[in-house]
């Protein structure tokens, strides 16, 4: 059974920064590629970035506009968001996925809130 669990959510101001941080247990990381996802109150969920398993690729949402970064670290299983430049649109729930390469089964964490507020 893989396990995804979120860190890092909180209050921040416009213009802050915060950093969300997401483990994958329960099976080989590297075989995962890692993403993050968000839903804010009355919208469906949406993309915000991916990485590829070797940490190679990255792509991101159009309106990160090159405030966020997302990385792993594939000795310690975990995958970063760095978010920066932030503004009261960017409130949301933010979710971790692994994808799993080998069986094509997706997993979701339990989400963060981050809510960005003055």
């Known amino acids: 059974q893989v396990q995804v669990v979120e860190s890092g959510g909180g209050l921040v101001q416009p213009g802050g920064s915060l950093r969300l941080s997401c483990t994958a247990s329960?099976?080989?990381?590297?075989?995962?590629?890692m993403s993050w996802y968000r839903q804010a109150p009355g919208k469906e969920r949406e993309l915000v970035a991916v990485i590829s398993s070797n940490g190679g690729t990255t792509n991101y949402a159009g309106f990160v506009k090159g405030r966020f970064t997302i990385s792993r670290d594939n000795v310690r299983n975990t995958v970063a968001l760095q978010m920066n430049s932030l503004n009261v649109e960017d409130t949301a729930v933010y979710y971790c996925?692994?994808?799993?390469?080998?069986?094509?089964?997706?997993?979701w964490g339990q989400g963060t809130q981050v809510t960005v507020s003055s």
């Open positions: 329960g099976s080989n990381f590297l075989r995962y590629a």
């Open positions: 996925k692994a994808d799993d390469l080998v069986t094509t089964l997706h997993y």
